[in-house]
């Protein structure tokens, strides 16, 4: 806010103008991140086309791709089938999203030693807002220079004055010379009109719209920033007005990050182990976790469930709950169908709380009588198939024709009512 004076005849007149600061938003990125900590290093992406192998087993997509690989056509999230068929020199390296994860932690703390809030979607790329950090280290040029030496990864950096627009300057930036986009909304949405629409792709809600516009003729930023924004509402919903805002050189402002939470609890397992077995080990770690001082009696909102694989690479499952939850068998319904997606068989199980709940409070009631708990309990356990299986999945046996000589006239099943 700044505050005028000026003379108006005989007398003192106050004006006060509000000015609305563009925020200029610092993007940190290392591209492949995940795929260079599983190869082993930058080195070794040099020259041979390297892929991620797919971590889900029912949903059979690579990773990350090195340069070499998306040269003969390989991009990340392709079905593995087609990867190959495309690069059949194309080499798999196993996934370490726990290694990744812990390496990405490091350069986090880092460029949070220099005071910066950080917001990071995804491991590889970091953001964080320059106010105040701008007289601080002496003026954006010596931000950016802040940045590059608070960690010892190579990093591109990107510089505008939104979200979508810093973390795109930072994708064409050059190793050593970052990319600063100036001129507030105006220059953002100038900078990134003549890119692809493929630059969506970023952020999840827009990447989806991309194939569809791209099929409309819509080949550039510049295209989707003129559509009116009612038909796009009218056509693709919110998706549509978000991908149209970003095109614009406007968006969301960050949310940094909180501190991260290190309540969890892993188990060895002596025989490389999967099904039954593995569920087992699951119910021993919601157990335990459950039973830790440290929970302090909170309930869980979120954890992420962790696997060390046989023969190299981890794999890793985020679960937020429809409700914060304190219950073993609840917790362990929730998670047991994620055991399924594990690529290969598991010789250590983790548990890691991300978010907790409220204190858990007492489930006995002073006034209700035993059989409307167990009725309410009954609804429960219901609505959770239904959710689970579908409308079908919960239904009940009723006589319509006892008397009836043929069998199949005789019941009938309904949907379950309590």
Same mark, same amino acid.
């Given at each position: 806010? =700044?505050?005028?004076?000026? =003379?108006?005849?005989?007398?003192?007149?106050?004006?006060?103008?509000?000015v609305?600061?563009?925020?200029?938003?610092? +993007?940190? !990125?290392?591209?492949?991140?995940?795929?260079?900590?599983?190869?082993?290093?930058?080195? #070794?992406?040099?020259?041979?086309?390297?892929?991620?192998?797919?971590?889900? +087993?029912?949903?059979?997509?690579?990773?990350?791709?090195?340069?070499?690989? %998306?040269?003969?056509?390989? @991009?990340?999230?392709?079905?593995?089938?087609?990867?190959?068929?495309?690069?059949?020199?194309?080499?798999?390296?196993?996934?370490?999203?726990?290694?990744?994860?812990?390496?990405?932690? !490091?350069?986090?703390?880092?460029?949070?030693?220099?005071?910066?809030?950080?917001?990071?979607?995804?491991?590889?790329?970091?953001?964080?807002?320059?106010?105040?950090?701008?007289?601080?280290?002496?003026?954006? %040029?010596?931000?950016?220079?802040?940045?590059? =030496?608070?960690?010892?990864e190579?990093? =591109?950096?990107?510089a505008a004055?939104?979200?979508?627009? @810093?973390?795109? @300057?930072?994708?064409?930036?050059?190793?050593?010379?970052?990319?600063?986009?100036?001129?507030?909304e105006?220059? #953002?949405?100038?900078?990134? @009109?003549?890119?692809p629409?493929?630059?969506?792709?970023?952020?999840?809600?827009?990447?989806?719209?991309?194939?569809?516009?791209?099929?409309?003729?819509?080949?550039?930023?510049?295209q989707? /920033?003129?559509?009116p924004?009612?038909?796009?509402?009218? &056509?693709? *919903?919110?998706?549509?007005?978000?991908?149209?805002?970003?095109?614009?050189? &406007?968006?969301?402002?960050?949310?940094?990050?909180?501190?991260?939470?290190?309540?969890?609890?892993?188990?060895?397992?002596?025989?490389?182990?999967?099904?039954?077995?593995?569920?087992?080990?699951?119910?021993?770690?919601?157990?335990?976790?459950?039973?830790? /001082?440290?929970?302090?009696?909170?309930?869980?909102?979120?954890?992420?469930?962790?696997?060390?694989?046989?023969?190299?690479?981890?794999?890793?499952?985020?679960?937020?709950?429809?409700?914060?939850?304190?219950?073993?068998?609840r917790?362990?319904?929730?998670?047991?169908?994620?055991?399924?997606g594990?690529?290969?068989?598991?010789?250590?199980? *983790?548990?890691?709380?991300?978010?907790?709940?409220?204190?858990?409070?007492?489930?006995?009631?002073?006034?209700?009588?035993?059989?409307?708990?167990?009725?309410? &309990?009954?609804?429960?356990?219901?609505?959770?198939?239904?959710?689970?299986?579908?409308?079908?999945? #919960?239904?009940?046996?009723?006589?319509?024709?006892?008397?009836? &000589?043929?069998?199949?006239?005789?019941?009938?099943?309904?949907?379950?009512?309590?």
């Amino acid at each position: 806010m =700044r505050k005028f004076g000026s =003379r108006c005849g005989e007398g003192l007149t106050k004006m006060r103008t509000y000015v609305r600061i563009n925020q200029m938003v610092i +993007a940190a !990125l290392i591209p492949a991140f995940e795929l260079k900590v599983a190869a082993g290093g930058s080195s #070794a992406l040099l020259g041979e086309p390297l892929a991620l192998a797919p971590i889900d +087993a029912v949903d059979q997509r690579i990773g990350q791709v090195s340069k070499a690989a %998306e040269g003969q056509g390989v @991009a990340a999230g392709m079905p593995l089938g087609e990867a190959l068929s495309r690069c059949p020199r194309l080499k798999l390296i196993p996934a370490d999203p726990l290694g990744s994860a812990a390496a990405w932690e !490091l350069v986090l703390k880092g460029i949070e030693g220099i005071g910066a809030a950080v917001a990071s979607p995804t491991p590889g790329l970091a953001l964080f807002e320059a106010d105040g950090l701008l007289r601080l280290h002496r003026g954006l %040029e010596g931000l950016i220079t802040q940045t590059r =030496r608070s960690v010892s990864e190579t990093l =591109r950096i990107g510089a505008a004055e939104s979200v979508f627009a @810093a973390r795109t @300057a930072a994708a064409l930036a050059r190793v050593r010379q970052a990319k600063v986009v100036t001129g507030g909304e105006d220059g #953002a949405g100038s900078f990134l @009109a003549p890119l692809p629409v493929a630059a969506l792709r970023q952020v999840d809600s827009a990447g989806r719209l991309v194939p569809v516009l791209e099929r409309l003729g819509i080949s550039t930023l510049g295209q989707l /920033a003129q559509l009116p924004i009612a038909k796009l509402a009218d &056509r693709f *919903g919110s998706d549509g007005i978000e991908a149209r805002e970003l095109a614009c050189g &406007r968006g969301p402002r960050l949310r940094p990050r909180d501190v991260p939470l290190q309540l969890n609890e892993s188990i060895e397992i002596p025989e490389p182990a999967d099904g039954r077995q593995l569920g087992h080990a699951l119910e021993l770690l919601i157990g335990r976790l459950l039973a830790g /001082a440290e929970r302090e009696g909170r309930t869980l909102r979120s954890v992420e469930l962790q696997a060390s694989l046989e023969g190299g690479g981890t794999w890793l499952r985020a679960a937020c709950f429809r409700e914060a939850l304190d219950s073993r068998l609840r917790i362990g319904l929730a998670l047991k169908p994620l055991l399924d997606g594990i690529p290969a068989p598991v010789v250590r199980l *983790g548990l890691l709380v991300t978010a907790f709940g409220p204190p858990a409070v007492g489930r006995q009631s002073l006034i209700k009588e035993a059989q409307e708990l167990k009725l309410e &309990r009954l609804r429960e356990a219901v609505q959770q198939t239904r959710t689970a299986g579908g409308p079908l999945s #919960a239904l009940r046996v009723v006589e319509v024709e006892p008397d009836s &000589r043929l069998p199949e006239r005789r019941m009938a099943l309904t949907p379950f009512e309590v």
